[in-house]
Structures are given as structure tokens and as C-alpha cells.
């Protein structure tokens, strides 16, 4: 019975990075604009390896700016799934939960219910506090298209 339920949960995860991903690489190209005419690097890759951005941002760029098929095309899938994944969450729990009857998955419902509602709360609490919508950003942002 359990290796029933595990299959069943990997196959729903495939399908979930598998469509998702297809889904968000096209919507990433429909929506990537240049920062320049010239050149299709974002600006963030293009200034990351200055003298005066900090370790962790030239780490982040390492990462970010990364041509690599073997890595860009993960991270793309991860991008693309991460909300919808995030938000499908606590309804297939409970519906898991209502399916099985089983009272430790009725558990893990209520769990995760409480604890993405509370991280939810957290974020935009924390966004109206500092009264910024990105409130980690530490500089003024520029438009891309002018």
C-alpha cells in the first residue's frame, strides 16, 4: 500500500516538472526583453563580476548567468514549478486526506495548511511592515522597456 501511494506521488511530481517546465521556458522567452539592444545578457550578468558586488552576489551570478545546458534547463524547470507546486500543495493533501480517510494524512493536511498559511502571512506582513512590495531590494528599480 505504501509503494502504491509513493508511485502514485512520484508520477503526479513528473508530471507537475515535466508540464510545468515546457510551460515556464516558453513564457520566459516570451517575456525576456534585452537590457540593451546590442546584447541579449541581462545586466545583472553583465555588472556581477565587478570588483565592488559582494561574494554572495557573485555566487548568485555564477549560478544565474550560467549557459550550461546540464544546469540552466533544471533551474528552469524549478522556476517554473515552484508556485504552481507551492499553491497546489495543501488542496492535494487534503484531497489525499478526504481519498485515503487516513488520519495521519488528515495531519499532514492540517500541517502543511498551517504552516504555508503562516509563511504566507509572514511574507506579506513582513511586505506591508517595510511597506515595499520587494522589501530585499536595497536599490531603486529601473524600467527594462523605455
Known amino acids: 500500500m505504501v509503494e502504491q501511494r509513493g508511485i502514485g506521488g512520484l508520477v503526479l511530481l513528473l508530471v507537475v516538472l515535466i508540464g510545468g517546465g515546457g510551460w515556464g521556458h516558453a513564457l520566459a522567452q516570451q517575456q525576456s526583453l534585452p537590457s540593451s539592444p ?13 570588483a565592488h558586488r559582494s ?33 497546489s500543495a495543501v488542496p492535494a493533501a487534503w484531497v489525499r486526506a478526504g481519498i485515503t480517510q487516513d488520519q495521519s494524512s488528515v495531519a499532514a493536511a492540517y ?18 511592515a517595510v511597506g515595499r512590495s520587494r522589501p530585499y531590494v536595497d536599490h531603486p528599480l529601473a524600467a527594462r522597456a523605455d
Not at 111 to 128: M, S
Request: hydrophobic share 40%; aromatic share 6%.
Open 111 to 128: 500541517r502543511l495548511t498551517l504552516t504555508q498559511g503562516l509563511t504566507l502571512g509572514l511574507v506579506v506582513g513582513t511586505k506591508h
Open 38 to 50: 546590442a546584447s541579449s545578457e541581462p545586466r545583472f550578468c553583465a555588472d556581477a563580476a565587478s
Open 55 to 87: 561574494v554572495d552576489v557573485r555566487g548568485l551570478a555564477l549560478v544565474y548567468c550560467t549557459t550550461t545546458p546540464g544546469l540552466t534547463a533544471p533551474l528552469r524547470g524549478a522556476h517554473a514549478t515552484a508556485r504552481p507546486v507551492f499553491y
